[in-house]
């Protein structure tokens, strides 16, 4: 007879659980899916590198029909009780949309009920009472409010292409929800998914389901830029082949299924120009619209205007930021939103970027500047006496020397990182744009030298800069590398290699700063895009403190005047949050002659430019019926000394100094020295408990760097902690290592052994305990030279031998007597 608690996890998978599902019906090739990775592993930013954190994996999926998933299934080995795994599979049920939850070690299934039709939400099953496909379908249907009338729309498959392209977890959560809403006969229907998560190809699926179930025969999709009209007919919407087509030259042919319109190509000012009304309102049975924060929820918007006339059609809004104010409701017109998928979750699955935050203070923005009695501009013009402010600057009053300010802290954080990286500088105007342009060019006459398109203004006015934008975005054009601008960059460009944006105007919308952090949201891993930097010099970043932003910062960073404007060490957890709010609210201000959120403007349908001209405004004092704008050259712009300021894990700034911080973190889990020296001296991997911590806020980097600038050495992360949280004496490495060699440690083994340990130690002393407990390190220089791993292992008498000699090498190093 097997003894079943001698069976691993996945023994017990392979000869209790999948017999089980089989003999219930699921078919094992089309319905079951083991160890399902469906999280790419949050990028985790360690100093100029990164590393992927781990994939969220459920060890059962089971669906109805592909894409269609119904139940999750964890599994434990049989040492576990039956419900072990239940809290983890919960969580991955609730990630994943399905309503069936189990758990299981072999011996039966713990069934969880999430939609609450069960007498009891939990109960114990034996193996041969797992559900059956139809049964689970049949609840899951009850539970969904979906009749038996629509049952065959939901039902209706993914359109595969045969790429082998597959909806990512929160794409395939999103397209369900919204085909069965639009079954269950809903007519106005929300998605709110980050920029850079897939909206297009989301919408693609609703639309081929709902279009070849023959719900919704005649389809418009709008959108609000020429170029994502051409992507989506080029790429996502191909396999609607002959039956789609794109609005263009303001013409209707009336004989295809699905049309691709931007909002400007079928509506305009002038009622005659609203050529949409060529169609009857009855003609299109499902409107998409695209990025629908853009004014169809505005009231008197021309955009709405189509919606109205097509108002008996299903109307199905996509948005990375929904607008909520006075004016403008997206919830009030589409309702809630069925599925949200925030920046923050994207962050933190690995599908989206995460980034940095460099803060960094003028003193004239700080403390104001005030002009002297009778003081003039380089102009002549008497500058009005009063104290004037960031929410000025820019606007009301230019100070030259603080865009030259700006500008060489730009250039400090390329030239210290990497100059080629793709860096768009948001000014408050078309003037600011190009003010910033000349000083970037003057601070940097070689690179412009190499290449005149090294800084561009990209800016709605002029057509040279603006034509340059396709090759700003095309991640196989190096130039331009620099772009300066105003707000024709804010929306819509798919800037995949961005890796810096700057900062340097005022952002009074939420919706637009959304909109503008996602202009580096996207990974892209064949260019090694895998987070970004904002380097903020006008407070704009204490919006991510609004409850209505939901994307964390890796680090945010405020250096001293004597300090690069890129950390020594940037290297931050991923765990850091966003700020909190200080005292000053300037970034909430609205300042002079700014509007809180640009009209809406129609533009020429067959413009890829048009949505954008309109947007970039020159701002106050451009033209000569402006407001005055004073200009002073003679004024010196410094950076004040601030401190770099933490975040905890719950997104609150920390107030405390991270010292502190660090204490009252590790005391929550070891609450004394006796605890952690227990915890460390039974661990089989010291790597582990520091990951741990690492998870839980500990700032490594910050503090190896602290007690090691006290030390003149690199100290052991087990030295931080005994110090910094216990008030323990540190030690450097290359001490521990000392230590270790006056024991006359080595004596106990024969040549070859002691090599190798030495050689162990060196690797400590270099780069601390990770590469020890690894066996790779056998194959690295200088080990590799003793020999081959497996003539190094045998020097020890085996495997166990040498990995028992390890573990004392590190019983050796943290011998507290020692």
Same mark, same amino acid.
């Given at each position: 007879?097997?003894?079943?608690?001698?069976?691993?996890?996945?023994?017990?998978?392979?000869?209790y659980i999948t017999p089980a599902l089989e003999k219930a019906g699921w078919d094992i090739q089309t319905q079951i899916r083991e160890e399902v990775s469906f999280?790419?592993?949050?990028?985790?930013?360690?100093?100029?590198?990164?590393?992927?954190?781990?994939?969220?994996?459920?060890?059962?999926?089971?669906?109805?029909?592909?894409?269609?998933?119904?139940?999750?299934?964890?599994?434990?080995?049989?040492?576990?009780?039956?419900?072990?795994?239940?809290?983890?599979?919960?969580?991955?049920?609730?990630?994943?949309?399905?309503?069936?939850?189990?758990?299981?070690?072999?011996?039966?299934?713990?069934?969880?009920?999430?939609?609450?039709?069960?007498?009891?939400?939990?109960?114990?099953?034996?193996?041969?009472?797992?559900?059956?496909?139809?049964?689970?379908?049949?609840?899951?249907?009850?539970?969904?409010?979906?009749?038996?009338?629509?049952?065959?729309?939901?039902?209706?498959?993914?359109?595969?292409?045969?790429?082998?392209?597959?909806?990512?977890?929160?794409?395939?959560?999103?397209?369900?929800?919204?085909?069965?809403?639009?079954?269950?006969?809903?007519?106005?229907?929300?998605?709110?998914?980050?920029?850079?998560?897939?909206?297009?190809?989301?919408?693609?699926?609703?639309?081929?389901?709902?279009?070849?179930?023959?719900?919704?025969?005649?389809?418009?999709?709008?959108?609000?830029?020429?170029?994502?009209?051409?992507?989506?007919?080029?790429?996502?919407?191909?396999?609607?082949?002959?039956?789609?087509?794109?609005?263009?030259?303001?013409?209707?042919?009336?004989?295809?299924?699905?049309?691709?319109?931007?909002?400007?190509?079928?509506?305009?000012?002038?009622?005659?120009?609203?050529?949409?009304?060529?169609?009857?309102?009855?003609?299109?049975?499902?409107?998409?619209?695209?990025?629908?924060?853009?004014?169809?929820?505005?009231?008197?918007?021309?955009?709405?205007?189509?919606?109205?006339?097509?108002?008996?059609?299903?109307?199905? *809004?996509?948005?990375?930021?929904?607008?909520?104010?006075?004016?403008?409701?997206?919830?009030?017109?589409?309702?809630?939103?069925?599925?949200?998928?925030?920046?923050?979750? *994207?962050?933190?699955?690995?599908?989206?970027?995460?980034?940095?935050?460099?803060?960094?203070?003028?003193?004239?923005?700080?403390?104001?500047?005030?002009?002297?009695?009778?003081?003039?501009?380089?102009?002549?013009?008497?500058?009005?006496?009063?104290?004037?402010?960031?929410?000025?600057?820019?606007?009301?009053?230019?100070?030259?020397?603080?865009?030259?300010?700006?500008?060489?802290?730009?250039?400090?954080?390329?030239?210290?990182?990497?100059?080629?990286?793709?860096?768009?500088?948001?000014?408050?105007?078309?003037?600011?744009?190009?003010?910033?342009?000349?000083?970037?060019?003057?601070?940097?006459?070689?690179?412009?030298?190499?290449?005149?398109?090294?800084?561009?203004?990209?800016?709605?006015?002029?057509?040279? *800069?603006?034509?340059?934008?396709?090759?700003?975005?095309?991640?196989?054009?190096?130039?331009?590398?620099?772009?300066?601008?105003?707000?024709?960059?804010?929306?819509?460009?798919?800037?995949?290699?961005?890796?810096?944006?700057?900062?340097?105007?005022?952002?009074?919308?939420?919706?637009?700063?959304?909109?503008?952090?996602?202009?580096?949201?996207?990974?892209?891993?064949?260019?090694?895009?895998?987070?970004?930097?904002?380097?903020?010099?006008?407070?704009?970043?204490?919006?991510?403190?609004?409850?209505?932003?939901?994307?964390?910062?890796?680090?945010?960073?405020?250096?001293?005047?004597?300090?690069?404007?890129?950390?020594?060490?940037?290297?931050?957890?991923?765990?850091?949050?966003?700020?909190?709010?200080?005292?000053?609210?300037?970034?909430?201000?609205?300042?002079?002659?700014?509007?809180?959120?640009?009209?809406?403007?129609?533009?020429?349908?067959?413009?890829?430019?048009?949505?954008?001209?309109?947007?970039?405004?020159?701002?106050?004092?451009?033209?000569?019926?402006?407001?005055?704008?004073?200009?002073?050259?003679?004024?010196?712009?410094?950076?004040?000394?601030?401190?770099?300021?933490?975040?905890?894990?719950?997104?609150?700034?920390?107030?405390?100094?991270?010292?502190?911080?660090?204490?009252?973190?590790?005391?929550?889990?070891?609450?004394?020295?006796?605890?952690?020296?227990?915890?460390?001296?039974?661990?089989?991997?010291?790597?582990?408990?520091?990951?741990?911590?690492?998870?839980?806020?500990?700032?490594?980097?910050?503090?190896?760097?602290?007690?090691?600038?006290?030390?003149?050495?690199?100290?052991?992360?087990?030295?931080?902690?005994?110090?910094?949280?216990?008030?323990?004496?540190?030690?450097?490495?290359?001490?521990?290592?000392?230590?270790?060699?006056?024991?006359?440690?080595?004596?106990?083994?024969?040549?070859?052994?002691?090599?190798?340990?030495?050689?162990?130690?060196?690797?400590?002393?270099?780069?601390?305990?990770?590469?020890?407990?690894?066996?790779?390190?056998?194959?690295?220089?200088?080990?590799?030279?003793?020999?081959?791993?497996?003539?190094?292992?045998?020097?020890?008498?085996?495997?166990?031998?040498?990995?028992?000699?390890?573990?004392?090498?590190?019983?050796?190093?943290?011998?507290?007597?020692?």
């Amino acid at each position: 007879m097997v003894d079943k608690k001698s069976l691993s996890e996945r023994d017990i998978c392979t000869k209790y659980i999948t017999p089980a599902l089989e003999k219930a019906g699921w078919d094992i090739q089309t319905q079951i899916r083991e160890e399902v990775s469906f999280t790419a592993g949050r990028v985790i930013v360690r100093g100029r590198l990164h590393a992927r954190g781990k994939k969220k994996r459920a060890d059962y999926l089971l669906s109805y029909r592909k894409n269609q998933p119904l139940a999750v299934i964890e599994a434990k080995d049989n040492k576990h009780t039956l419900g072990d795994g239940m809290q983890q599979a919960l969580a991955y049920g609730e990630a994943l949309d399905v309503p069936f939850v189990f758990a299981s070690n072999g011996d039966g299934f713990l069934f969880h009920d999430r939609t609450g039709l069960s007498a009891k939400t939990e109960t114990q099953l034996t193996l041969h009472q797992f559900p059956t496909p139809d049964e689970l379908w049949d609840r899951y249907c009850l539970w969904k409010g979906i009749p038996g009338s629509a049952r065959p729309v939901v039902e209706q498959p993914f359109c595969d292409d045969g790429s082998g392209r597959i909806p990512r977890y929160y794409q395939r959560v999103a397209i369900n929800r919204a085909v069965e809403a639009v079954a269950k006969g809903q007519d106005r229907i929300l998605l709110v998914m980050a920029t850079g998560t897939g909206k297009t190809f989301t919408a693609f699926q609703i639309i081929w389901r709902l279009w070849k179930a023959k719900q919704k025969r005649r389809i418009l999709f709008l959108v609000d830029r020429n170029v994502l009209a051409d992507q989506a007919r080029n790429n996502d919407f191909r396999p609607f082949g002959q039956a789609m087509t794109k609005v263009t030259n303001r013409t209707i042919d009336k004989s295809y299924e699905i049309y691709i319109a931007l909002y400007q190509a079928v509506s305009g000012n002038e009622e005659e120009k609203d050529i949409y009304r060529e169609f009857s309102p009855d003609f299109f049975d499902l409107v998409v619209i695209d990025e629908c924060h853009r004014g169809s929820a505005a009231e008197e918007s021309s955009w709405r205007r189509i919606l109205d006339y097509f108002s008996n059609a299903t109307h199905l *809004g996509l948005t990375a930021t929904p607008k909520e104010t006075k004016e403008v409701s997206n919830i009030d017109y589409f309702g809630k939103p069925i599925y949200t998928y925030s920046l923050k979750q *994207g962050i933190q699955d690995g599908f989206l970027a995460p980034y940095k935050v460099i803060r960094v203070d003028l003193d004239k923005d700080v403390q104001g500047w005030r002009p002297y009695q009778g003081q003039t501009d380089k102009h002549g013009q008497l500058i009005e006496d009063r104290i004037y402010n960031q929410k000025d600057f820019d606007r009301k009053l230019v100070l030259d020397q603080r865009t030259v300010a700006v500008a060489a802290r730009i250039t400090d954080f390329l030239e210290r990182s990497d100059p080629f990286q793709k860096t768009i500088v948001f000014c408050e105007d078309i003037d600011h744009a190009e003010r910033m342009r000349e000083s970037l060019v003057n601070l940097n006459p070689k690179r412009v030298s190499e290449n005149r398109k090294y800084v561009m203004r990209i800016t709605g006015d002029e057509a040279e *800069g603006k034509a340059e934008l396709d090759n700003f975005i095309n991640p196989e054009e190096r130039y331009p590398v620099i772009a300066t601008t105003s707000k024709l960059m804010t929306t819509g460009v798919d800037a995949q290699t961005c890796k810096l944006i700057v900062l340097d105007r005022r952002i009074n919308s939420m919706t637009e700063f959304k909109q503008i952090i996602g202009r580096g949201s996207r990974i892209n891993e064949d260019y090694n895009k895998h987070w970004f930097t904002i380097l903020d010099f006008k407070k704009a970043t204490e919006l991510f403190a609004d409850p209505n932003f939901d994307g964390e910062p890796v680090q945010v960073y405020e250096p001293k005047p004597d300090e690069p404007v890129s950390p020594d060490d940037p290297a931050a957890d991923e765990t850091m949050d966003p700020p909190g709010v200080g005292d000053e609210r300037g970034a909430y201000d609205s300042g002079p002659g700014v509007p809180e959120d640009e009209p809406d403007t129609p533009w020429d349908a067959d413009d890829a430019w048009g949505p954008w001209s309109d947007l970039d405004t020159g701002g106050p004092g451009e033209g000569e019926s402006g407001p005055k704008r004073y200009v002073v050259d003679d004024v010196e712009v410094e950076i004040l000394a601030e401190r770099v300021q933490y975040l905890d894990a719950n997104g609150d700034l920390i107030t405390e100094s991270l010292k502190d911080y660090t204490r009252k973190r590790v005391k929550e889990q070891y609450a004394s020295l006796d605890e952690f020296l227990k915890r460390w001296d039974r661990a089989d991997r010291k790597q582990a408990i520091i990951e741990e911590l690492a998870e839980q806020g500990v700032f490594w980097d910050d503090l190896i760097q602290e007690v090691g600038n006290a030390l003149g050495e690199e100290p052991d992360p087990f030295d931080v902690i005994c110090h910094i949280v216990y008030d323990q004496p540190p030690l450097s490495r290359k001490e521990r290592a000392a230590n270790v060699r006056k024991q006359n440690y080595f004596s106990q083994y024969g040549e070859t052994a002691r090599q190798v340990l030495d050689a162990l130690l060196e690797k400590y002393t270099d780069a601390g305990i990770e590469p020890i407990e690894d066996p790779k390190v056998l194959n690295l220089d200088p080990l590799s030279r003793l020999g081959s791993p497996m003539e190094l292992i045998k020097a020890f008498g085996g495997k166990k031998g040498y990995e028992q000699a390890v573990r004392e090498l590190e019983d050796a190093l943290y011998d507290q007597e020692a």
